[in-house]
């Protein structure tokens, strides 16, 4: 993509339907005029009274509580310098989602027109009854170190610049670890550091509380060592001046335990990485290039230990880590501060979860066969859905034993409860799986590529690394379609149509006929199929010369399948066919079969349908609760409709003991646990949170995943084939651009899952040939 094309691809993003990336959302009811009298006059005055009464009671009856402020007055922009309020409003709308999407905290952004110390904390001030906790952000040093002390001292809700304290509590944590790893302690390993702005002094100061001495730190900025000599700095920086002689950068590598760079690319030589002590600690952490790139430290150093800040490398020191969710806890407590106690829990409850057993979804996420503390596994990943339930807890509890917390939480069962609950209403699972699908790409042929949304899918995917698209069409279409969309990349163009094609054409139309002779198809018609993109893309996955195929969004689906099936068919042993579509709803993740294929299965195929949507559950790494719905609830009807449910719960739990699924039951006890274990305790799906939904036919099926998915605006991928010999998967009619792309990635997961089992497969024919020798 050019550079163009990437500038109007974020200006659409942010402009495109609406303005900005969030909005303010009702959450009450508001449809009567009761529920409008209530929300605002008469009704709203008795709340009003009460906080009058009390100010604590603003906590209890509005958004105060769950509500945080992201401010600046834009004079330090990620990267982007001093560029005014106006112009930082994008990053702080980005920061709010960041909030909302990983701790589900609600977010105002406040772009103040100043750079007057006293103007802005007035300002901060003046507001602040509005809010449960500010976060400041993009604020230039030094100003940045005296409006957060001031804040911190004069207001009575948490304040935190992140800039500052996020980045100090994440490489802090990714210290600690590696220290470990090294078998070194902190209190005798000498530190360089290179940079001496907000976020380095922060680091600093917080590596000093955890035990460093600061007689064993070198602090570097643009001029050089920081010695008592210097007298163009302020006291921040002076804390950390070494009365000696100034030295190089490269001198103060000899020796050196730990680097740490807070600064500028490609300052730091293999040279000066072999100057280090054994096990260094490298965490060269500028954006976009590091202060020594990654491929050439780890080749430089076996022995090495390094951070980043990107994510395409092991242990990035990623902020996302530590803010959300340590405004979470400090919320939560409604703490009067967040201080260094609460820092401090937070960073050792970060260092601590890296040496716990990552569960499955996050290997799988993140394509690793096992995560395991270690060198290059020194912090958990962004992704890690242990995060919400680990820091906060540590964050509220040092609040309350440092004495800042005004609600001490009671029963920490409830609530992690409630904090687990917080992430059923985001997108997490989509980001896992798209970006477990770019640790290993697969070739996709997309067989309708002369349609528009189609192409901008593949743009994407290609671009994203998610997949290698091959694109199958009308040529001339297609390189006009990529022109309109400024797609200029060396892409794979197959047209089955035209001559230059013939050889691969008449190739697959020759294996097509050896394969359907017998069933009808003369050779003739082998070839006039060929000239049909469905047939000659089953035929590419089928003879190696793709991965995978998405298509259907310009066909009906009984159209597109037919070809899949005669020519890919189903993996051995499987007697039906199924999808399954997997749903993104406010509760989790929701899985629900048969939504296209099977009309009416019998207990058995109703079985078969379940166990492979379970299956595929755990392709995604989640662990199945399976729901088989009916209209009765265990045995309460004797109609054919409903023993057949029942039949197919038995063979389920005779063949596959090892899936948690239960049934005949209706949907509503299915999806609300408190109802479902009061009325039925028995059950094997009591206590649990069912996240899989089994119904006795396609009409119940496509019908529910269709009402849930236009009455909410619900994201659905899907269907998602189950049972394909090949990664074959084909979409609804007139699929969206987002919904093609998170198809491509399910394709690319399902490629590789399957490249897995006929590995594994083969080294156990290979097993067996060589016990046989022998």
């Not at 006291?235 to 020796?255: S, V, W, Y």
């Amino acid at each position: 993509m050019s550079k163009d094309s990437k500038r109007r691809e974020a200006l659409v993003y942010h402009a495109k339907p609406t303005p900005g990336k969030i909005k303010v959302v009702p959450t009450k009811k508001y449809s009567s005029q009761r529920d409008l009298s209530l929300a605002y006059s008469p009704g709203v005055a008795e709340p009003c009274l009460e906080i009058a009464k009390d100010k604590a009671n603003v906590y209890k009856y509005t958004t105060k509580g769950n509500l945080v402020a992201v401010i600046t007055n834009g004079t330090a922009v990620l990267g982007l310098g001093d560029i005014g309020p106006e112009a930082s409003k994008p990053v702080m709308e980005g920061k709010g989602l960041l909030f909302k999407i990983f701790a589900d905290i609600d977010c105002f952004d406040i772009e103040i027109d100043t750079k007057n110390i006293e103007e802005f904390i007035q300002t901060v001030k003046n507001i602040s009854p509005t809010f449960g906790g500010i976060n400041l952000e993009d604020i230039k040093a030094p100003e940045a170190f005296e409006i957060e002390k001031r804040l911190k001292e004069e207001l009575d809700i948490p304040v935190m610049h992140d800039d500052q304290h996020g980045t100090a509590i994440i490489s802090s944590a990714a210290l600690l670890n590696a220290l470990e790893i090294a078998e070194k302690k902190i209190e005798d390993v000498k530190i360089v550091i290179s940079g001496a702005g907000s976020a380095a002094i922060s680091c600093t100061n917080l590596y000093a509380k955890l035990g460093a001495r600061k007689e064993n730190i070198l602090m570097f900025d643009v001029d050089g060592l920081i010695t008592t000599s210097r007298t163009d700095l302020g006291p921040e920086q002076m804390e950390f001046a070494r009365d000696m002689e100034p030295i190089t950068l490269k001198e103060a590598f000899k020796g050196a335990d730990v680097f740490l760079g807070l600064s500028v690319g490609n300052i730091v030589s293999p040279a000066m990485l072999m100057d280090m002590s054994d096990n260094p600690i490298v965490f060269a952490m500028a954006n976009p290039n590091p202060e020594i790139e990654y491929d050439t430290a780890v080749a430089t150093r076996e022995d090495l230990i390094m951070a980043t800040g990107r994510s395409d490398h092991p242990n990035q020191v990623n902020n996302v880590l530590g803010f959300p969710f340590i405004f979470r806890g400090a919320l939560d407590v409604r703490a009067s501060k967040i201080n260094e106690e609460m820092k401090l829990a937070a960073c050792h409850a970060i260092a601590q979860l890296a040496k716990e057993p990552v569960p499955e979804q996050v290997n799988i996420a993140y394509g690793e066969t096992k995560l395991n503390f270690g060198r290059e596994y020194i912090i958990p990943k962004p992704f890690d859905p242990r995060l919400i339930s680990t820091i906060p807890p540590a964050v509220a509890r040092a609040a309350m034993e440092s004495g800042v917390a005004m609600e001490p939480i009671q029963d920490w069962d409830k609530y992690e409860d409630q904090l687990l609950s917080r992430m059923g209403s985001d997108n997490k699972l989509i980001r896992l799986i798209l970006n477990r699908a770019r640790t290993n790409p697969k070739r996709i042929v997309f067989a309708e590529a002369d349609n528009l949304d189609v192409i901008k899918a593949a743009q994407i995917v290609h671009e994203d690394g998610i997949a290698i698209p091959i694109l199958l069409g009308r040529r001339d279409v297609i390189e006009e379609l990529m022109t309109e969309i400024d797609w200029d990349d060396n892409i794979l163009i197959i047209d089955p149509k035209s001559d230059e094609e013939k050889p691969r054409k008449d190739r697959y139309a020759n294996e097509l006929w050896q394969m359907r002779s017998r069933k009808g198809v003369t050779e003739f018609d082998a070839g006039k199929l060929m000239r049909q993109r469905n047939y000659f893309a089953a035929m590419m996955v089928k003879l190696g010369d793709a991965d995978a195929v998405i298509t259907g969004v310009a066909q009906s689906f009984p159209i597109s399948v037919k070809p899949m099936m005669e020519i890919i068919g189903k993996s051995p042993g499987v007697q039906k066919v199924a999808t399954t579509n997997l749903m993104i709803t406010e509760r989790g993740p929701m899985f629900i079969s048969d939504t296209s294929i099977n009309i009416n299965p019998d207990a058995t195929e109703l079985a078969k349908i379940a166990q492979m949507t379970a299956r595929t559950a755990r392709m995604f790494g989640i662990d199945p609760a399976v729901a088989m719905i009916s209209y009765a609830n265990f045995g309460s009807s004797d109609h054919p409709h409903a023993r057949k449910v029942t039949e197919a719960v038995n063979y389920l739990h005779r063949y596959y003991p090892d899936i948690t699924v239960d049934g005949e039951i209706q949907a509503d006890f299915a999806l609300n646990p408190e109802l479902l274990k009061k009325k039925f305790p028995f059950s094997k799906l009591a206590g649990k949170k069912v996240n899989t939904l089994v119904f006795p036919n396609l009409e119940s099926a496509n019908s529910t995943y269709k009402l849930i998915k236009e009455l909410y605006n619900t994201d659905s991928i899907g269907p998602i084939m189950m049972g394909m010999q090949k990664p074959v998967h084909i979409l609804q009619l007139n699929a969206s651009v987002d919904e093609i792309v998170n198809m491509a990635a399910v394709a690319v997961i399902d490629a590789q899952q399957k490249e897995k089992h006929e590995q594994k497969r083969e080294q156990a024919a290979r097993n067996s040939t060589n016990q046989g020798v022998f």
